[in-house]
Protein backbone atom coordinates (compact mmCIF):
# COMPACT_ATOMS: atom_id res chain seq x y z
CA UNK A 1 0.00 0.00 0.00
CA UNK A 2 1.54 3.19 -0.83
CA UNK A 3 0.65 6.74 0.71
CA UNK A 4 -1.17 9.31 -0.94
CA UNK A 5 1.64 11.75 -2.50
CA UNK A 6 0.60 15.65 -2.82
CA UNK A 7 1.19 16.43 -6.81
CA UNK A 8 4.50 18.55 -7.74
CA UNK A 9 2.14 21.24 -8.78
CA UNK A 10 0.40 21.19 -5.06
CA UNK A 11 4.01 21.44 -4.06
CA UNK A 12 4.52 24.00 -6.11
CA UNK A 13 1.24 26.13 -5.27
CA UNK A 14 1.85 25.95 -1.60
CA UNK A 15 5.53 26.61 -1.58
CA UNK A 16 4.71 30.05 -3.67
CA UNK A 17 2.39 30.85 -1.05
CA UNK A 18 4.69 30.87 1.90
CA UNK A 19 3.32 27.63 3.70
CA UNK A 20 4.88 24.34 3.41
CA UNK A 21 2.06 22.25 4.45
CA UNK A 22 3.41 21.05 8.19
CA UNK A 23 1.77 22.69 11.50
CA UNK A 24 4.23 22.01 14.13
CA UNK A 25 3.93 20.29 17.52
CA UNK A 26 2.67 22.02 20.59
CA UNK A 27 2.93 20.60 23.90
CA UNK A 28 1.09 22.51 26.38
CA UNK A 29 3.89 22.62 30.04
CA UNK A 30 0.73 23.48 31.96
CA UNK A 31 -1.22 20.59 31.35
CA UNK A 32 1.84 18.05 31.74
CA UNK A 33 2.43 20.64 34.93
CA UNK A 34 -1.17 19.30 36.26
CA UNK A 35 -0.94 15.99 34.81
CA UNK A 36 2.52 15.58 37.42
CA UNK A 37 0.88 17.35 40.64
CA UNK A 38 -2.16 15.16 40.12
CA UNK A 39 -0.56 12.36 40.13
CA UNK A 40 2.25 13.51 43.29
CA UNK A 41 -1.24 14.24 45.41
CA UNK A 42 -2.40 10.28 43.99
CA UNK A 43 0.55 9.35 45.29
CA UNK A 44 1.17 11.13 48.71
CA UNK A 45 -2.56 9.94 49.58
CA UNK A 46 -1.94 6.16 48.80
CA UNK A 47 0.78 6.20 51.06
CA UNK A 48 -0.85 5.59 54.04
CA UNK A 49 -3.24 2.73 52.71
CA UNK A 50 -1.02 1.22 50.16
CA UNK A 51 2.69 2.05 51.42
CA UNK A 52 5.19 3.74 49.17
CA UNK A 53 5.16 1.32 46.36
CA UNK A 54 1.51 1.70 45.67
CA UNK A 55 2.45 5.43 46.13
CA UNK A 56 4.87 4.91 42.99
CA UNK A 57 2.39 2.85 41.18
CA UNK A 58 -0.64 5.62 41.30
CA UNK A 59 1.94 8.14 40.24
CA UNK A 60 3.07 6.54 37.59
CA UNK A 61 -0.20 5.34 36.27
CA UNK A 62 -1.77 8.87 36.84
CA UNK A 63 1.33 10.56 35.28
CA UNK A 64 1.39 8.25 32.40
CA UNK A 65 -2.02 8.30 30.84
CA UNK A 66 -2.34 12.19 31.49
CA UNK A 67 0.44 12.55 29.41
CA UNK A 68 -1.05 9.97 27.11
CA UNK A 69 -4.27 12.27 27.23
CA UNK A 70 -2.31 15.33 26.58
CA UNK A 71 -0.36 14.17 23.62
CA UNK A 72 -3.55 12.95 21.65
CA UNK A 73 -5.56 16.09 22.28
CA UNK A 74 -2.56 17.80 21.33
CA UNK A 75 -2.74 15.69 17.76
CA UNK A 76 -6.59 16.19 17.41
CA UNK A 77 -6.10 19.79 17.94
CA UNK A 78 -3.01 19.93 15.32
CA UNK A 79 -5.34 17.59 13.03
CA UNK A 80 -8.24 20.35 12.93
CA UNK A 81 -5.39 23.20 12.52
CA UNK A 82 -4.06 21.40 9.87
CA UNK A 83 -7.26 20.37 8.00
CA UNK A 84 -8.67 24.00 8.58
CA UNK A 85 -5.56 25.61 6.49
CA UNK A 86 -5.91 22.94 4.28
CA UNK A 87 -9.20 23.93 2.79
CA UNK A 88 -8.20 27.66 3.57
CA UNK A 89 -5.25 27.17 1.00
CA UNK A 90 -7.87 25.35 -1.28
CA UNK A 91 -10.76 27.95 -1.14
CA UNK A 92 -7.42 30.79 -2.22
CA UNK A 93 -6.34 32.05 0.81
CA UNK A 94 -3.25 33.11 1.36
CA UNK A 95 -1.35 31.54 4.01
CA UNK A 96 1.82 33.07 4.92
CA UNK A 97 2.97 30.76 7.97
CA UNK A 98 1.51 28.76 10.90
CA UNK A 99 3.65 28.57 13.44
CA UNK A 100 3.44 27.39 17.01
CA UNK A 101 3.04 29.39 20.14
CA UNK A 102 6.14 30.79 21.33
CA UNK A 103 6.42 30.62 25.12
CA UNK A 104 5.55 26.69 25.39
CA UNK A 105 2.84 27.02 27.56
CA UNK A 106 -0.16 27.18 25.09
CA UNK A 107 -1.34 24.37 22.99
CA UNK A 108 -2.12 26.76 20.06
CA UNK A 109 -0.72 28.03 16.73
CA UNK A 110 -0.40 31.34 14.67
CA UNK A 111 -1.68 31.64 11.39
CA UNK A 112 -0.49 34.42 9.45
CA UNK A 113 -2.10 35.78 6.90
CA UNK A 114 -1.60 39.09 4.96
CA UNK A 115 -4.97 40.41 6.65
CA UNK A 116 -3.49 39.53 10.05
CA UNK A 117 -2.78 36.48 12.44
CA UNK A 118 -5.66 34.36 13.26
CA UNK A 119 -4.40 31.75 16.71
CA UNK A 120 -5.83 28.07 16.84
CA UNK A 121 -5.38 26.02 19.77
CA UNK A 122 -7.53 24.94 23.36
CA UNK A 123 -7.66 22.18 25.56
CA UNK A 124 -5.75 19.16 24.67
CA UNK A 125 -6.52 16.63 27.03
CA UNK A 126 -8.44 14.04 25.91
CA UNK A 127 -11.66 13.21 26.28
CA UNK A 128 -12.34 16.87 27.38
CA UNK A 129 -10.17 18.55 24.15
CA UNK A 130 -11.87 22.02 23.57
CA UNK A 131 -11.11 24.09 20.21
CA UNK A 132 -10.58 27.80 20.15
CA UNK A 133 -10.10 29.95 17.30
CA UNK A 134 -9.49 33.61 17.48
CA UNK A 135 -8.84 36.29 14.44
CA UNK A 136 -8.91 40.21 15.46
CA UNK A 137 -9.54 39.71 18.96
CA UNK A 138 -12.76 37.94 18.89
CA UNK A 139 -12.87 34.01 19.56
CA UNK A 140 -15.11 30.99 19.47
CA UNK A 141 -14.74 27.73 21.03
CA UNK A 142 -16.12 24.38 20.75
CA UNK A 143 -15.74 20.79 21.64
CA UNK A 144 -12.94 19.24 19.56
CA UNK A 145 -14.45 16.36 18.98
CA UNK A 146 -17.42 18.15 17.37
CA UNK A 147 -15.21 20.45 15.49
CA UNK A 148 -13.41 17.31 13.66
CA UNK A 149 -16.57 16.07 12.88
CA UNK A 150 -17.37 19.20 11.34
CA UNK A 151 -14.64 20.22 9.72
CA UNK A 152 -15.94 21.08 6.23
CA UNK A 153 -18.60 22.94 7.27
CA UNK A 154 -16.01 24.67 9.88
CA UNK A 155 -13.48 25.50 8.02
CA UNK A 156 -15.93 26.83 5.34
CA UNK A 157 -17.80 29.11 8.16
CA UNK A 158 -14.48 30.95 9.15
CA UNK A 159 -13.37 31.12 5.65
CA UNK A 160 -16.04 32.92 4.97
CA UNK A 161 -15.82 35.12 8.40
CA UNK A 162 -12.17 35.54 8.34
CA UNK A 163 -11.15 36.04 4.51
CA UNK A 164 -14.37 37.04 2.90
CA UNK A 165 -15.84 39.27 4.82
CA UNK A 166 -12.80 40.19 6.77
CA UNK A 167 -10.83 41.81 3.33
CA UNK A 168 -13.63 43.59 2.56
CA UNK A 169 -14.23 45.40 5.83
CA UNK A 170 -10.35 46.36 6.20
CA UNK A 171 -10.33 47.86 2.86
Do not use: K
Amino acid sequence: MQLEQPTQVEQSTRESEGWNGTVPSAVDARILGLVVAVGGLAASVNIPYGGVPMAFAAFAVLAGGGVVAHVLGERQLRRITDGLVERWVDHGAHIEDVTRSFDGMRTEWTVRTPDGEIRIGGLALVPISRFSVEWQGVGDTMDASEAEENLDALATGLYAEFFDIGSATQR
